[in-house]
């Protein structure tokens, strides 16, 4: 089973950017979609971003034209862009990876995102 780890959470104001991370145990399949999920306080886990086969992107209505899910240089890492961050960002970020003929699913411990005004 692939392990995964986020790293890049932390505390930011309103209007700024982060970058977060996702790295994998293993290399990532190009084919194997991966995603990142967030869970808010007292909220249900929501889904953000996707990135799969030909580096096919999807996102939430909620972040789209803010957040930019990528491919990192290594073939293990997935990154989260985060650009003009709201208050109602604020969450557990979560990456996922998509079960298949590569394996079972897996999902990262998360990392915090805080938001401030």
């Known amino acids: 089973q692939v392990q995964l780890v986020e790293s890049g959470g932390g505390l930011v104001e309103a209007g700024e950017s982060l970058r977060l991370s996702c790295t994998a145990s293993t290399a990532i399949p190009r084919n194997r979609p991966i995603h990142w999920y967030r869970q808010a306080p007292g909220k249900e886990r929501e889904f953000v971003a996707a990135i799969g086969t030909a580096d096919y992107t999807s996102y939430s209505d909620s972040v789209k034209g803010r957040f930019t899910i990528s491919r990192g240089n290594g073939q293990n890492t997935i990154l989260l862009q985060m650009d003009g961050l709201k208050l109602e960002d604020t969450a557990i970020y979560y990456c996922?990876?998509?079960?298949?003929?590569?394996?079972?699913?897996?999902w990262g411990p998360g990392t915090q995102v805080t938001v401030s005004s």
């Open positions: 996922w990876i998509a079960p298949g003929v590569w394996g079972p699913e897996s």
